[in-house]
DNA sequence: TTCAACCCTGCCGCCAACGACAAGGTCAAG
DNA sequence: CTTGACCTTGTCGTTGGCGGCAGGGTTGAA
């Protein structure tokens, strides 16, 4: 994470929720699943710079196109401006290109089922149906 | 479901359950879902015919795309060769159109997801770095 | 007869991604 | 100095698709 300067950003989850949509409950689930992390303040409230916003976005992002949080934990890494890191990693990257497979499988299961199933309901009403897009 | 003769073929769960690849456990759900039906033997036992074994596949296939069982049991009078059911049904139609719909979108979310993250990966082998959402 | 291999109906457990509390600490404003 | 809006940890509840086990009946074969 790198962080030269002690923060610009300091924020608090609540901010930090209404700022990327979602709840305070649902970030620290995040953090302890270890997805974002937090530092603390002198009364122990979680306090995040500025760059959790992106990050959050792009976990909400990645969840709601169907991912799990332990798929989101695998291609955080690459997503993150986080350049000086550690280096094309050969490992979490195989790990994220075998990730990406399986999405692939997924796509290509649920495209299939859904051909099969408007094919299926064209002929259910004499083909006279529009097209699904 | 019409059948004319009391059923050829006589089959109990357990061999429904090797024959579709899944578990007695799994039609007992399926049943108590509503998805299929049985009939009860004297010692009641479930009984079923052998239209089961098509049923109980395509609803595999379908879970297995991802589809919940509500979603399956929209779409599984389309799929049946129930020939002599209802008339395309405007209603029940109208209902599996919305599902095809919604599956259409959420296989458009998760391939932008994944034309996204592999963007992020190629730039992640080959150049600079930069976040997703 | 007795055994194994089936079947039955509950009902609890699990995983995921939180929601919804409880019971308490903190802090700026009035 | 009290309110009220924040925050903390902790624990239980929920939805979906079953797994697994308890406690019991049934049946064909040895």
Redesign the interface.
């Given at each position: 994470m790198i962080r030269l300067v002690p923060g610009v950003g300091r924020v608090r989850i609540g901010e930090l929720a209404t700022a990327t949509g979602t709840t305070a409950r649902a970030l620290r689930h995040y953090e302890q699943a270890g997805l974002i992390s937090s530092e603390r303040a002198a009364n122990g409230y979680r306090v995040y710079d500025e760059t959790a916003v992106?990050r959050v976005?792009?976990i909400r992002?990645?969840l709601?196109?169907?991912?799990t949080l332990e798929d989101v934990q695998v291609?955080l890494p690459?997503?993150?401006?986080?350049?000086a890191a550690a280096p094309?990693s050969g490992k979490g990257?195989r790990v994220?290109?075998d990730r990406?497979a399986v999405?692939?499988e997924?796509?290509a299961?649920?495209?299939?089922?859904?051909d099969r199933?408007?094919a299926?309901?064209r002929e259910?009403?004499?083909g006279r149906?529009r097209p699904?897009?």
């Open positions: 992106v976005r792009n992002y990645l709601a196109a169907g991912l291609f690459c997503l993150d401006g986080d350049v094309p990257l994220a290109l990406l999405l692939n997924r796509i299961a649920q495209t299939e089922a859904r199933l408007a299926a309901l259910r009403t004499g149906v699904v897009a």
